[in-house]
């Protein structure tokens, strides 16, 4: 497996830090319709011996989820695959989450040492909805049934062009991963709904981006999990929570109720050898910027994790 990050913002200083800490792939964000941007991060990326794997976050599906797309969105999202394509970059994380991305109802939860997590409650949400009612009961934007409709037709339509690009689509689950939230259906919520994916479309090129955080929420075995899902899991969101869809709060890497160690040994056993990069990381003290996306946190996750990467190789004679 490969030490894979997120960067923000991706420049000379934050690519030599990780570099420094052994960071081998950078995820980049969707670039736009020009191939530019990406070849620009790509070059820049090289320069401190990294190299692009990834696209994750901001694309141009969201009437593709909702199916109402008039064809617009369908063709940038062939055009990105063939582009990532052409310039190797071998994996696109993507979800199906309609009319919202992970949500957050705090930002700056304490934490050890006073670090800041960002949390999540629904009673908050609610308590924020019911202060702003409509009494007029408001129809789903899309229902369960036709969000899997729609998700059959995107992966019908996008992995011949993902196989002849040589490009794997991998979906990322529900963040927090309840059936509804904000009066809109979602679907990629439990273990289940992941293995009807896969059985879906059984294509190598449709896989699940494994983020740990979502499925501990989800309140399952982590290490089990990772074995059922197998050889499925090609991407991998390596964080930690504690609590329940409803109510849960972000941890440090080595400070939430996961056995981490556990979960790099079920990687090695299914063979995982994909990227794999530290998530919604701490805010540390004096630090400023996204919570979840700063970079002191990030450092520290990164050593933590190659400790784990070296000591489950030893454990597995690799």
Not at 104 to 122: Q, Y
Not at 191 to 200: D, H, I, K, P
Not at 301 to 309: N, T
């Amino acid at each position: 497996m490969r030490l894979a990050t997120v960067l923000t913002p991706i420049n000379e200083a934050n690519l030599q830090l990780a570099a420094q800490c052994g960071v081998t792939d950078l995820v980049s964000r969707y670039f736009g319709p020009e191939i530019a941007s990406l070849e620009a991060t790509q070059r820049l990326a090289e320069r401190h011996g990294l190299r692009v794997s990834v696209v994750e976050g901001y694309l141009p599906i969201e009437r593709l989820k909702l199916g109402t797309d008039d064809g617009t969105e369908l063709a940038a999202m062939k055009r990105l695959l063939r582009q990532m394509g052409d310039a190797g970059v071998p994996l696109l994380c993507y979800n199906f989450m309609s009319g919202t991305d992970w949500v957050r109802t705090k930002l700056h939860a304490p934490a050890r040492g006073g670090a800041t997590v960002t949390e999540f409650r629904l009673q908050d949400v609610e308590r924020a909805i019911s202060l702003n009612a409509n009494p007029t009961p408001v129809k789903p934007l899309v229902t369960a049934e036709e969000l899997w409709v729609n998700v059959e037709r995107f992966l019908q339509e996008l992995l011949p062009v993902a196989e002849a690009a040589g490009v794997t689509l991998a979906m990322h689950p529900d963040d927090p991963p309840l059936p509804m939230f904000l009066g809109r259906a979602r679907i990629m919520n439990t273990v289940e709904s992941f293995e009807r994916l896969m059985a879906l479309a059984p294509s190598s090129r449709n896989a699940i981006c494994f983020c740990q955080g979502t499925f501990a929420t989800m309140g399952v075995d982590i290490p089990a999990t990772i074995r059922r899902l197998g050889s499925h899991i090609r991407y991998v969101h390596f964080r930690d929570v504690a609590g329940t869809p409803e109510s849960f709060v972000e941890t440090f890497h080595d400070d939430g109720p996961t056995d981490m160690a556990e979960a790099m040994r079920a990687y090695r056993a299914i063979g995982f050898d994909g990227p794999l990069r530290p998530d919604h990381v701490p805010v540390y003290v004096g630090e400023e910027g996204e919570p979840g996306y700063t970079m002191l946190g990030r450092l520290f996750a990164y050593g933590y994790i190659r400790g784990l990467m070296q000591a489950t190789a030893r454990d597995s004679g690799l």
